[in-house]
Structures are given as structure tokens and as C-alpha cells.
T-cell receptor, first 116, second 112 residues
Framework: DAGVIQSPRHEVTEMGQEVTLRCKPI?????LFWYRQTMMRGLELLIY????????DSGMPEDRFSAKMPNASFSTLKIQPSEPRDSAVYFC??????????????FGEGSRLTVL | SQQGEEDPQALSIQEGENATMNCSYK?????LQWYRQNSGRGLVHLIL?????REKHSGRLRVTLDTSKKSSSLLITASRAADTASYFC????????????FGTGTRLLVSP
């Protein structure tokens, strides 16, 4: 199994530009999570999906952030327009969901975003 | 907001020594998990302990859980340089789904 795949691994952009981060969860997993990690705030849950449906987006910081999961094998996190304070590492994680009931998350390697 | 708080924030030991990290949490839980994060990498699940368990072992890892004190500890025995990483505890929020909230993490440095 290839694990959770995220792209790009690194992104450097200028303030005001649109940023799209991508995630392919592990096949068969029906829960998907987007986290953001910064030194100041640690790991923050932004949004999570179950069976492609957004369940809780209360962690999404602003309207500039949006996430979609058009199918079971793909999700995007978009920031438009980006700001320097959005600089962070963004992680995608997937989980088998309720079926296994273990709660274990499988993380991708992250997308490091730098907004200049 | 973070559910768990780890302590210490940083720990530096020599190879062969034991490392103990502690986690405190705020609300009732049905399980608590520990994850490891190597520098520049994603988090990796280490061990899960359920609320009806008091202790669990996995290789050189020993986890304890005290639900009355809302605390857990992770012990790594006979540490190795390869154990150098950040360690996080995580607890599920009571949403019916596996919404995990992570603590602040302990940075462990194991010197050869």
C-alpha cells in the first residue's frame, strides 16, 4: 500500500496567490482529515470528511480556506488568497472510519507551504 | 483547542537510557493514542490504549493510562538514536467519528 499521498511536498508562493494542496487517501479508508501544523499552534484539525461528505469544518480558519472531496480517492485544500500567516505544514490523514473502530490515523508526509 | 498537553516539552537523554513522556487531557475518552513524528515527516501511529486498559506494551514502548487523573505516560526503554523524534498524544473528541485532537508534543533527543 502506498499510504496517504500528498502533493506538492513544498510550495512557495507570494501573498495573494491561490494555493491548492492535494491528497490521495489510502484505498478503502472512508474518513479523511486535513491538519495544519505550526510551531505556535501545534497540530490543528481543519476539516474532516466521512464518505466524501464534510462532517466538521469548524477548524477552517477563514473563508479563504476551502476543502473538497469529489470522490473517495481525492481531496483538495484550497487557500485563496493566501497570506504569510498561512505558512505551515499541511497534513492529510485517512482512517478506516467507524468500521475498524480503532481510531488510528494514517498521515501523509505533508505539504510545506511558504507564503512570502 | 488542544485536548492534550505533553510534558516535558523537550527531553534529552543518552542512548540506552529510558525516556518517559506524560500527557494530560481534559475530557472523558474512549481511547488515547501516541504518535511519533520524525523531523520533516508525517506522524506515525505508535500505540492505542483503550479507556478500560491501564497499561499496554509494544516492543520497547510501554503506555499507561489513568482515567481518574486524565493522564497517560509513554515510556521508551533502552532508547536509541533512531528514537529521536517528537511524540504526541491524541484523544478522540466525542463526535461519534474519529476526530482526533493532538497534544503539544514532546521533542526527544537521544544522543549516541
Amino acid at each position: 500500500d502506498a499510504g496517504v499521498i500528498q502533493s506538492p511536498r513544498h510550495e512557495v508562493t507570494e501573498m495573494g496567490q491561490e494555493v491548492t494542496l492535494r491528497c490521495k487517501p489510502i484505498s478503502g479508508h472512508n474518513s479523511l482529515f486535513w491538519y495544519r501544523q505550526t510551531m505556535m499552534r501545534g497540530l490543528e484539525l481543519l476539516i474532516y470528511f466521512n464518505n466524501n461528505v464534510p462532517i466538521d469544518d469548524s477548524g477552517m480558519p477563514e473563508d479563504r480556506f476551502s476543502a473538497k472531496m469529489p470522490n473517495a480517492s481525492f481531496s483538495t485544500l484550497k487557500i485563496q488568497p493566501s497570506e504569510p500567516r498561512d505558512s505551515a505544514v499541511y497534513f492529510c490523514a485517512s482512517s478506516p472510519g467507524r468500521v475498524s473502530n480503532t481510531g488510528e490515523l494514517f498521515f501523509g508526509e505533508g505539504s510545506r507551504l511558504t507564503v512570502l | 483547542s488542544q485536548q492534550g498537553e505533553e510534558d516535558p516539552q523537550a527531553l534529552s537523554i543518552q542512548e540506552g537510557e529510558n525516556a518517559t513522556m506524560n500527557c494530560s487531557y481534559k475530557t472523558s475518552i474512549n481511547n488515547l493514542q501516541w504518535y511519533r513524528q520524525n523531523s520533516g515527516r508525517g506522524l506515525v501511529h505508535l500505540i492505542l490504549i483503550r479507556s478500560n486498559e491501564r497499561e499496554k506494551h509494544s516492543g520497547r514502548l510501554r503506555v499507561t493510562l489513568d482515567t481518574s487523573k486524565k493522564s497517560s505516560s509513554l515510556l521508551i526503554t533502552a532508547s536509541r538514536a533512531a528514537d529521536t523524534a517528537s511524540y504526541f498524544c491524541a484523544t478522540p473528541m466525542n463526535t461519534g467519528f474519529q476526530k482526533l485532537v493532538f497534544g503539544t508534543g514532546t521533542r526527544l533527543l537521544v544522543s549516541p
